[in-house]
Nanobody
Framework: QVQLVESGGGLVQAGGSLRLSCAAS?????MGWFRQTPGKEREFVAA????????YYGGSVKGRFTVSIENAQNMMYLQMNSLKPEDTAVYFC??????????????????WGQGTQVTVSP
């Protein structure tokens, strides 16, 4: 069982930056970020493999967001730059012990955090 706690959300103006953090109670194989707005399904944002640091990004955030991990403290981060109003969402941290998964699918992950709100004003 892995417990995940997100932090770092808030209100920022368009063009600004935020860094989200996800504290994990234990090590997993892959960790990811998803986001969700009311009435919509969760959207894949980014993922990273603990074993080799390999990263994956959703098309709408590629080039603006960076996912990273800090091994010693079981932390994952999402650096979000050049934020746009359409990035407004609740951002969720996720993890899985499985290695052979499609990282962009919600069902690939076994553990989820409670979410943190990110609001980008025009």
């Amino acid at each position: 069982q892995v417990q995940l706690v997100e932090s770092g959300g808030g209100l920022v103006q368009a063009g600004g930056s935020l860094r989200l953090s996800c504290a994990a109670s234990g090590r997993s194989f892959i960790m990811g970020w998803f986001r969700q707005t009311p009435g919509k399904e969760r959207e894949f944002v980014a993922a990273i493999r603990w074993s080799n640091g390999g990263t994956y990004y959703g098309g709408s955030v590629k080039g603006r967001f960076t996912v990273s991990i800090e091994n010693a403290q079981n932390m994952m981060y999402l650096q979000m730059n050049s934020l746009k109003p359409e990035d407004t969402a609740v951002y969720f941290c996720a993890a899985t012990h499985r290695s052979a998964v499609v990282v962009g699918l919600e069902r690939s992950y076994d553990y989820w955090g409670q979410g943190t709100q990110v609001t980008v004003s025009p």
